[in-house]
């Protein structure tokens, strides 16, 4: 199920990011010339939903980095009329398939642009490459099953291929350990390309602290 599978692997990148933030935290130093920061997005688009998540590293609030991974499901179009997804589908809250699905692994390099004198409206305009991962219904096998059980069987087509993205965000680090984000979304690959928006948030170091002068 590509959206659990997201969360299992994530996690690797996850937790170190966050106890390399809370370092940071406390060295004013850094604030100087480096942002390091967790976002995470839902997108929606040519897939029904999908989740995005990244690292982030930002230079001088001029250039970024990001590494990252992001899961999409999508219904499939080959769904036969008379399909019905038993009970297993509604107490996993509709998660449990069957669906077309893709996984991206990604790193982009961006140029960050300020709005406002403030810092807190932005434009972070990033281009990448990625490796994406893609699992599609083929057939249906219809079977007699009792009433609460789906009516099919699937069998999945499995394939993989190299990605370009174009990914620029509009940013609003309202304070500087967090912000909201909005982003359009183009991933474009040898046999798919998916166009989406996500709306999302922000966490760690994100820019520099407001100085007050008295």
């Not at 939903?49 to 499901?73: I, R």
């Not at 409206?121 to 599609?136: D, H, P, Q, T």
């Not at 965000?169 to 909201?180: A, H, M, N, Q, R």
């Amino acid at each position: 199920m590509a959206l659990f599978d997201l969360y299992k692997r994530m996690k690797h990148f996850v937790m170190p990011t966050i106890c390399l933030t809370a370092v940071n935290l406390s060295n004013a130093q850094f604030y100087e010339n480096n942002g390091i920061y967790l976002s995470s997005e839902i997108n929606s688009g040519s897939y029904n939903v999908g989740v995005d998540f990244n690292v982030n590293y930002v230079y001088k609030e001029k250039y970024s980095l990001k590494l990252g991974c992001s899961g999409f499901l999508k219904k499939p179009k080959s769904t036969p009329e008379d399909y019905i997804p038993g009970v297993e589908k509604i107490l996993s809250f509709w998660l449990s398939g069957p669906f077309d699905e893709m996984m991206n692994y990604q790193v982009g390099f961006g140029r960050v642009y300020k709005l406002n004198d403030a810092g807190t409206f932005r434009a972070n305009i990033s281009l990448g490459f990625g490796y994406s991962e893609f699992r599609n219904v083929v057939t249906w096998q219809k079977r007699n099953v009792f009433l609460f059980t789906r009516n099919y069987d699937v069998n999945y087509e499995s394939y993989s291929s190299g990605s370009l993205i174009i990914n620029p965000k509009i940013e609003f680090p309202v304070v500087s350990f967090y912000g909201l984000t909005v982003s359009p979304l183009l991933m474009i690959s040898k046999k798919q390309t998916y166009l989406g928006i996500g709306v999302g948030q922000m966490i760690g170091i994100i820019r520099k602290k407001k100085i007050i002068n008295h």
